[in-house]
């Protein structure tokens, strides 16, 4: 069974810094997109953040491109650097992976394919003014 833990989470000032991370057990196929996505509420959309696959292939969303950094090892841990953080990121950010998945160019941080789809329980980002 795949299970996916993110931590890392919690709250910084505007400009602030902080590392998710996300530890991924279970097995998983080789060619797979790992993602993150987060939701800034209940009732509220969760959008994709940033994917990196298997491919080497790596998409942002526009609002984070410059501030955010997507990385993985082995499809065992997903990593997401932010920097520069704005009110606006304040979210519950999620992180996924896919089978039989890629983040074509153009993407904005989202996962495509056709395989099994796992996420984590989320973890809190709160960015103050």
Request: hydrophobic share 30%; charged share 20%; proline share 3%.
């Amino acid at each position: 069974q795949v299970r996916l833990v993110e931590s890392g989470g919690g709250s910084v000032q505007s400009g602030g810094s902080l590392r998710l991370s996300c530890a991924v057990s279970g097995a998983i196929g080789s060619a797979h997109c790992m993602a993150w996505s987060r939701q800034a509420g209940p009732g509220k959309e969760r959008l994709g953040v940033a994917a990196i696959d298997s491919e080497g292939k790596i998409t942002y969303r526009e609002s984070v491109k410059g501030r955010f950094t997507v990385s993985q090892e082995n499809a065992r841990n997903l990593y997401l650097e932010m920097s520069s953080l704005k009110p606006e990121d304040t979210a519950t950010y999620y992180c996924s992976i896919q089978e039989h998945a890629t983040t074509p160019p153009g993407s904005s941080g989202y996962c495509f394919g056709v395989g099994d789809e796992y996420w984590g329980q989320g973890t809190q980002v709160t960015v103050s003014s």
